[in-house]
Nanobody, 122 residues
Framework: QVQLVESGGGLVQAGGSLRLSCAAS????????MGWFRQAPLEREFVAGI??????RLANSVSGRFTISRDNAKNTVTLQMNSLEPEDTAVYYC?????????????????WGQGTQVTVSS
């Protein structure tokens, strides 16, 4: 069983920065992509993903502002969020899926974390 635990959410003013972290446990996620989604009213929106080899994929809405990275030795993934906007306010969920960042975004089988709240004030 894979467990994903997020941390780093909080309250920040527009233009500020936050860094989210996700730690995986249970087994080594060899060959898995990891990344982040955020909760919309009816669906979870893909934010960013990174595959085992480090190839990244970012949503257009965050490209240029967010950076995703991972440390395979530590079994962690991070999301550095800069130039935050009120529209970025959401619960952010860590996710993992076997395959590429493309698979993480479009595939149906994922492991999920419990989520961490990000609130951006104007």
């Amino acid at each position: 069983q894979v467990q994903l635990v997020e941390s780093g959410g909080g309250l920040v003013q527009a233009g500020g920065s936050l860094r989210l972290s996700c730690a995986a446990s249970g087994r080594t996620l060899s060959g898995y992509a990891m990344g982040w989604f955020r909760q919309a009213p009816l669906e979870r929106e893909f934010v960013a993903g990174i595959d085992w080899s480090g190839v990244t994929r970012l949503a257009n809405s965050v490209s240029g502002r967010f950076t995703i990275s991972r440390d395979n030795a530590k079994n962690t993934v991070t999301l550095q969020m800069n130039s935050l906007e009120p529209e970025d306010t959401a619960v952010y969920y860590c996710a993992a899926a076997l395959g590429t960042a493309y698979t993480l975004k479009y595939g149906g089988n994922k492991y999920w974390g419990q989520g961490t709240q990000v609130t951006v004030s104007s």
